[in-house]
């Protein structure tokens, strides 16, 4: 089955950019997403189709892919931006849709 | 404004079935990508399922093919995701969700003896 790789922590200090990366063999012909998820509510889409941010997300988050890699950045990072990351996006067909493993972004 | 209201906490037994609905406002179900995606305690988001409108069909994840199944009732707007066969393991939060955008606030079930 497809998966995603994320790593499982980033940790940064405020005012730094964060970077987290999502692989995927699909991801060059793939859109992937972002969410973000802060404990005990629902995810939050931050970037969807590699590179577009919804209106109402922060400009700090941008998304970026090249190749097998699609990567999530937040420049200068606050720390209202801790919380888990997920990329998300689908394999050849289409059919089936998989959620990274999340990634623990800390601002400290 | 599209809105996703969930129904209310499940406690049930290994080997009982149980049944989520979503009731959708705001828009119509009819044109919907609405899927169901689960969490368990402590754990990563998992992709269950969902419609996909462009296609017309409703998608399931290998993992839960014979044991899901996930229903629109058009003439009230409301998704229902049904999962048969639960173990301990399929304690989770369950959400529906309209993506890549808009998320239900969960719905806790819970597999106790």
């Known amino acids: 089955s497809y998966e995603l790789t994320q790593p499982p922590s980033v940790s940064v200090s405020p005012g730094q950019t964060a970077r987290i990366t999502c692989s995927g063999e699909y991801l060059p012909k793939k859109f992937a997403y972002w969410y973000q998820q802060k404990s005990g509510q629902a995810p939050v889409l931050v970037i969807y189709e590699d590179i577009k941010r919804p209106s109402e997300i922060p400009e700090r988050f941008s998304g970026s892919s090249s190749g097998t890699m699609a990567t999530l950045t937040i420049g200068g990072a606050q720390v209202e931006d801790e919380a888990h990351y997920y990329c998300?996006?689908?394999?050849?067909?289409?059919?089936?849709?998989?959620f990274g493993g999340g990634t623990k972004l800390t601002v400290l | 404004q599209v809105q996703l209201v969930q129904s209310g906490a499940e406690v049930k037994k290994p080997g009982a079935s149980v049944r989520v609905s979503c009731k959708v406002s705001g828009y119509s179900l009819t044109k919907l990508s609405l899927h169901w995606v689960r969490q368990a305690p402590g754990k990563g988001l998992e992709w269950m399922g969902g419609f996909d409108v462009e296609d017309g069909e409703t998608l399931y994840a290998q993992k839960f093919q014979g044991r899901v199944s996930m229903t629109n009732d058009t003439s009230s707007d409301t998704a229902y995701m049904e999962l048969s066969s639960l173990r301990f393991e399929d304690t989770a939060v369950y959400y529906c969700a309209a993506l890549p955008r808009v998320w239900g606030k969960g719905t806790t079930v819970t597999v106790s003896s």
């Open positions: 998300y996006s689908t394999d050849s067909s289409g059919d089936q849709w998989v």
